[in-house]
């Protein structure tokens, strides 16, 4: 059984860093995709990040590139997100999610910013981002 579990999420000011963690187990980390994906209140889940280390693809969502990386260890089983330069924007409960699927070469990509494409949550943690 497949289980992610989010840390690291705090309250920080405009402009600070902080990194995010989400620890998986169960499976064959190495060949799945994982994302993060975000939400803030009121809002619908927006997509962050994505990586694939067996297709050697990364993505982010426009709001966020050039400011957060995702990033691996799939020895540890781990996927992390360094944000840097936060804003207020940020704020949101951040989310791990992974597609353990065996997927074609060709196929790898399809909707990889799409929460349905994610068969595995973890239970969120919580950004805080002040002016």
């Known amino acids: 059984q497949v289980r992610l579990v989010e840390s690291g999420g705090g309250l920080v000011q405009a402009g600070d860093s902080l990194s995010i963690s989400c620890a998986a187990s169960g499976g064959t980390f190495s060949n799945w995709k994982m994302a993060w994906f975000r939400q803030a209140p009121g809002k619908e889940r927006e997509f962050v990040a994505a990586?694939?280390?067996?297709?050697?693809?990364?993505y982010y969502g426009d709001s966020v590139k050039g400011r957060f990386t995702i990033s691996r260890d799939n020895d540890q089983k781990m996927v992390f997100l360094q944000m840097t330069s936060l804003k207020p924007e940020d704020t949101a409960v951040y989310y791990c999610?992974?597609?353990?699927?065996?997927?074609?070469?060709?196929?790898?990509?399809?909707?990889?910013?799409?929460?349905?494409?994610?068969?595995?949550w973890g239970q969120g943690t919580q950004v805080t981002v002040s002016s």
């Open positions: 990586d694939s280390w067996g297709d050697a693809w990364r």
């Open positions: 999610a992974a597609d353990p699927k065996v997927t074609s070469y060709s196929s790898s990509r399809l909707n990889y910013n799409q929460p349905a494409r994610y068969d595995y």
